[in-house]
């Protein structure tokens, strides 16, 4: 039986902290790292599989033969083997065979820390290395400020594979081809940040990438992970940050994958009442296990460090908070105080927020939660999980709700868009209209919209406007943008020819001007997390289903004030409250000609009078276009 060389690159430092779960940059030892050792050059492996009797490196190297390279279990019983191996170059391919003492059970796994794998349906992984050479330190050097939570905020969701194909040749846009074509796309609509569906490795598109397999590698579909560091450069060439999703809440059951890694429930939790996701058909990571919260806080950082990502979007945080979490009674066990809370994954949500904002103090970490779970996005030392912010899932659906209904019958349902401010500041929320929302038969948002054409992008055009004036960070999924007619598709491409049309064309030019407002208009990002950048004129026109409100900022000079008008009807010398006397100036119409509006219910004469309303000393009367929003300044 051959053996690999021996050498280690853990320290007896390294292994402490690895057992404690305290190693955060785990991504440094263990994997297949291309060395000289002796003055001969090669790659040293190194795999946790502490139930292993003997494991193995096959590859391309050596005809996938076991006999050839067997790695060496380290003696502090820490379950690590490793080895080096000489001649073996950056692009061979290789997998794990290991052997379990458990049974006779003999897997061949990919390397949980590999840097790159095969194509799918291939599953090997393959040593890599690069030197990519960083070109944005000054995006680095200025990057808190973009990310602050004062500053405008407002994310364009994509999934690579189908945001634009190559449709002559019938496939993916490559990382290099959307290093041009995504980014410029994206600094045109005046976004701040990007977010990408999963670009880890993952064996399944069906799965939106939400299926890991290889953590610590950006999928092959697209390019090499140095073509992925270059489209991360391009975006931060252009001030835009880029957010990636990361899935700590679960791992599928594929063959090569961290499920029963070594014969053992290595990575999953063994209770299936707390190791397997029945709606995904997935496992559930161990989060009591000291090395499997390395393994994925490492993830975390590794992500950050590597990458340079400006923040961590976590997929469904609130699968991972409680045990009961969609299972029936009898199917979860309280925890040691007789509650639903999973404490072990609470811990974890905390120690992996500390470890990123220390070592990252200019990220972001979002949370997707859709509980009433408390202080979300609140610190640590005050009580909560320490996120950055949190979705605002029950706006969306509130919101959504509304916007469906025929607005003859707005009025009676004008609390579903009001209720959000009852809470909207008990966390730094972020208003989203994610994919999840246009697939599955709930319709593209343009198709939620009642009424005819007009009255669809009428629609949707204030919702938009809503969203933008309303408190909390923003985002949109791909295509919303334009109107987007059918629901999206993971296979396809976006319905880039509806382009040609005015009524498509006037929706992405309201979304570019709002990107725009938001940036420009210190009232709608100063105070977006704070009641003191809001309020009410008047939420209670039922009738005319009209709502009117201010945004402030530090300086009271920015102060905005915004009127929507939510059925089509347009009302004539419609009177609203001011905060003082003066001579407004219209900042934004949702209404005008170049959003394919009316452009008919122009303002002219703008100067408050004495006249009491809305309990307020001085009023105006306006011109509410249909299905419009107005935002005005003092002058």
């Given at each position: 039986m051959a053996q690999t060389k021996v050498h280690s690159l853990f320290t007896e430092f390294d292994i402490n902290l690895f057992k404690a779960g305290k190693h955060?940059?785990?991504?440094?030892?263990?994997?297949?790292?291309?060395?000289?050792?002796?003055?001969?050059?090669?790659?040293?492996?190194?795999?946790?599989?502490?139930?292993?009797?003997?494991?193995?490196?096959?590859?391309?190297?050596?005809?996938?033969?076991?006999?050839?390279?067997?790695?060496?279990v380290r003696w502090d019983g820490s379950g690590i083997w490793e080895g080096f191996i000489p001649g073996v170059e950056k692009g061979a391919i290789y997998k794990y065979k290991i052997h379990s003492s458990h049974s006779n059970i003999h897997t061949e796994k990919s390397d949980p820390f590999a840097r790159r794998c095969e194509h799918p349906p291939k599953t090997a992984s393959q040593v890599w290395e690069d030197n990519y050479q960083w070109k944005d330190k000054k995006w680095m050097k200025n990057r808190k400020k973009n990310n602050a939570l004062d500053a405008p905020f407002s994310v364009y969701e994509v999934h690579l594979g189908s945001w634009k194909k190559q449709t002559e040749e019938n496939r993916f846009l490559s990382y290099y081809e959307l290093a041009d074509e995504l980014v410029n796309y994206v600094a045109d609509m005046n976004f701040t940040h990007v977010e990408f569906m999963p670009i880890m490795e993952y064996p399944y598109d069906p799965s939106w990438g939400y299926q890991l397999t290889g953590y610590f590698a950006p999928t092959s579909r697209f390019g090499y992970p140095d073509e992925f560091k270059f489209l991360v450069d391009k975006f931060h060439e252009k001030g835009i940050g880029v957010l990636l999703d990361w899935v700590p809440s679960h791992f599928p059951s594929d063959d090569h994958g961290l499920g029963y890694f070594d014969g053992s429930h290595l990575y999953e939790h063994p209770d299936r009442r707390k190791g397997y996701h029945q709606d995904w058909k997935s496992l559930i990571f161990n989060y009591g296990r000291n090395e499997i919260k390395a393994f994925l806080i490492s993830n975390a950082i590794f992500w950050l460090d590597q990458y340079h990502a400006d923040g961590l979007r976590v997929d469904a945080v609130a699968s991972m908070l409680f045990?009961?979490?969609?299972?029936?009674?009898?199917?979860?066990?309280?925890?040691?105080?007789?509650?639903?809370?999973?404490?072990?994954?609470?811990?974890?949500?905390?120690?992996?927020?500390?470890?990123?904002?220390?070592?990252?103090?200019?990220?972001?970490?979002?949370?997707?939660?859709?509980?009433?779970?408390?202080?979300?996005?609140?610190?640590?030392?005050?009580?909560?999980?320490?996120?950055?912010?949190?979705?605002?899932?029950?706006?969306?659906?509130?919101?959504?709700?509304?916007?469906?209904?025929?607005?003859?019958?707005?009025?009676?349902?004008?609390?579903?868009?009001?209720?959000?401010?009852?809470?909207?500041?008990?966390?730094?929320?972020?208003?989203?209209?994610?994919?999840?929302?246009?697939?599955?038969?709930?319709?593209?948002?343009?198709?939620?919209?009642?009424?005819?054409?007009?009255?669809?992008?009428?629609?949707?055009?204030?919702?938009?406007?809503?969203?933008?004036?309303?408190?909390?960070?923003?985002?949109?999924?791909?295509?919303?943008?334009?109107?987007?007619?059918?629901?999206?598709?993971?296979n396809g491409s976006l319905d880039w020819h509806l382009l040609q049309y005015d009524v498509h064309k006037g929706a992405q030019a309201l979304v570019r001007d709002l990107n725009n407002l938001y940036k420009k208009e210190p009232a709608l990002h100063q105070k977006q997390f704070s009641s003191e950048g809001f309020e009410w004129i008047d939420h209670g026109d039922h009738e005319n289903s009209i709502l009117s409100y201010i945004r402030k900022g530090e300086n009271p000079k920015d102060n905005i004030i915004v009127i929507l008008n939510l059925t089509p009807i347009?009302?004539?010398?419609?009177?609203?409250?001011?905060?003082?006397?003066?001579?407004?100036?219209?900042?934004?119409?949702?209404?005008?000609?170049?959003?394919?509006?009316?452009?008919?219910?122009?303002?002219?004469?703008?100067?408050?009078?004495?006249?009491?309303?809305?309990?307020?000393?001085?009023?105006?009367?306006?011109?509410?276009?249909?299905?419009?929003?107005?935002?005005?300044?003092?002058?």
């Amino acid at each position: 039986m051959a053996q690999t060389k021996v050498h280690s690159l853990f320290t007896e430092f390294d292994i402490n902290l690895f057992k404690a779960g305290k190693h955060y940059r785990l991504y440094e030892k263990f994997g297949s790292h291309i060395i000289t050792l002796d003055g001969i050059k090669g790659t040293y492996f190194a795999v946790w599989a502490p139930s292993a009797k003997s494991v193995a490196v096959i590859g391309d190297f050596n005809f996938w033969l076991e006999g050839e390279h067997h790695l060496n279990v380290r003696w502090d019983g820490s379950g690590i083997w490793e080895g080096f191996i000489p001649g073996v170059e950056k692009g061979a391919i290789y997998k794990y065979k290991i052997h379990s003492s458990h049974s006779n059970i003999h897997t061949e796994k990919s390397d949980p820390f590999a840097r790159r794998c095969e194509h799918p349906p291939k599953t090997a992984s393959q040593v890599w290395e690069d030197n990519y050479q960083w070109k944005d330190k000054k995006w680095m050097k200025n990057r808190k400020k973009n990310n602050a939570l004062d500053a405008p905020f407002s994310v364009y969701e994509v999934h690579l594979g189908s945001w634009k194909k190559q449709t002559e040749e019938n496939r993916f846009l490559s990382y290099y081809e959307l290093a041009d074509e995504l980014v410029n796309y994206v600094a045109d609509m005046n976004f701040t940040h990007v977010e990408f569906m999963p670009i880890m490795e993952y064996p399944y598109d069906p799965s939106w990438g939400y299926q890991l397999t290889g953590y610590f590698a950006p999928t092959s579909r697209f390019g090499y992970p140095d073509e992925f560091k270059f489209l991360v450069d391009k975006f931060h060439e252009k001030g835009i940050g880029v957010l990636l999703d990361w899935v700590p809440s679960h791992f599928p059951s594929d063959d090569h994958g961290l499920g029963y890694f070594d014969g053992s429930h290595l990575y999953e939790h063994p209770d299936r009442r707390k190791g397997y996701h029945q709606d995904w058909k997935s496992l559930i990571f161990n989060y009591g296990r000291n090395e499997i919260k390395a393994f994925l806080i490492s993830n975390a950082i590794f992500w950050l460090d590597q990458y340079h990502a400006d923040g961590l979007r976590v997929d469904a945080v609130a699968s991972m908070l409680f045990l009961d979490y969609s299972r029936e009674e009898g199917e979860w066990e309280p925890n040691m105080f007789g509650g639903r809370e999973y404490l072990e994954a609470i811990d974890f949500i905390k120690e992996m927020n500390t470890a990123v904002y220390e070592a990252f103090p200019d990220v972001q970490t979002i949370a997707e939660e859709s509980t009433s779970f408390p202080k979300v996005s609140r610190p640590i030392y005050d009580g909560g999980l320490g996120f950055g912010m949190k979705w605002m899932m029950g706006w969306m659906h509130d919101t959504l709700n509304y916007f469906a209904k025929e607005p003859i019958y707005r009025k009676h349902h004008q609390n579903d868009l009001t209720f959000s401010l009852n809470y909207a500041f008990t966390e730094n929320f972020m208003l989203p209209l994610s994919h999840d929302e246009v697939v599955y038969g709930k319709k593209s948002l343009i198709e939620k919209m009642p009424g005819d054409e007009w009255q669809k992008f009428g629609n949707l055009r204030l919702l938009y406007s809503l969203m933008y004036t309303h408190p909390g960070t923003k985002l949109i999924f791909q295509g919303g943008e334009f109107g987007q007619t059918s629901e999206w598709d993971f296979n396809g491409s976006l319905d880039w020819h509806l382009l040609q049309y005015d009524v498509h064309k006037g929706a992405q030019a309201l979304v570019r001007d709002l990107n725009n407002l938001y940036k420009k208009e210190p009232a709608l990002h100063q105070k977006q997390f704070s009641s003191e950048g809001f309020e009410w004129i008047d939420h209670g026109d039922h009738e005319n289903s009209i709502l009117s409100y201010i945004r402030k900022g530090e300086n009271p000079k920015d102060n905005i004030i915004v009127i929507l008008n939510l059925t089509p009807i347009p009302r004539e010398n419609y009177r609203v409250g001011l905060p003082k006397a003066g001579t407004l100036k219209e900042i934004f119409n949702s209404d005008s000609k170049k959003y394919n509006g009316t452009d008919h219910y122009k303002n002219k004469k703008l100067s408050s009078n004495k006249k009491r309303w809305n309990h307020r000393e001085n009023s105006i009367e306006l011109n509410l276009p249909p299905l419009g929003m107005l935002a005005f300044k003092f002058k």
